[in-house]
Nanobody, 124 residues
């Protein structure tokens, strides 16, 4: 079992920054890959950023590349998403997710555990 608890969401004006945090605990193998997803009202959930917690490699979706950075603090078992230059279209509920990956590779799917979500609202 894995537990994930997000925090750090809120309201910000366009161009501003927020940092989301995700405290994780539980089976380490199930947290080999960790990711941030988001879902805006009326839209499908989309992946935002992925990190391989063992090797440290990251992937970032094109829509946020250069603005968002995923990172981890292994000592604190915490995942972060630094969001800069926020745009109104970044408004969504952001979810932390964890999964085992496949063959040592992290993909945009295959996440078994999800946090409760934290809301981000960006005003123009």
């Amino acid at each position: 079992q894995v537990q994930l608890v997000e925090s750090g969401g809120g309201s910000v004006q366009a161009g501003g920054s927020l940092r989301l945090s995700c405290a994780s605990s539980g089976d380490i193998s199930s947290r080999y890959c960790m990711a941030w997803f988001r879902q805006a009202s009326g839209k499908e959930r989309e992946w935002v950023a992925i990190i391989n917690t063992d090797k440290g490699g990251t992937q970032t979706a094109g829509s946020v590349q250069g603005r968002f950075t995923i990172s981890q603090d292994n000592d604190k078992n915490t995942l972060y998403l630094q969001m800069n230059s926020l745009k109104p279209e970044d408004s969504a509920t952001y979810y932390c997710a964890a999964g085992p990956g496949r063959g040592g590779i992290c993909y945009t799917n295959g996440y078994n555990y999800w946090g409760q979500g934290t809301q981000v609202a960006v005003s123009s």
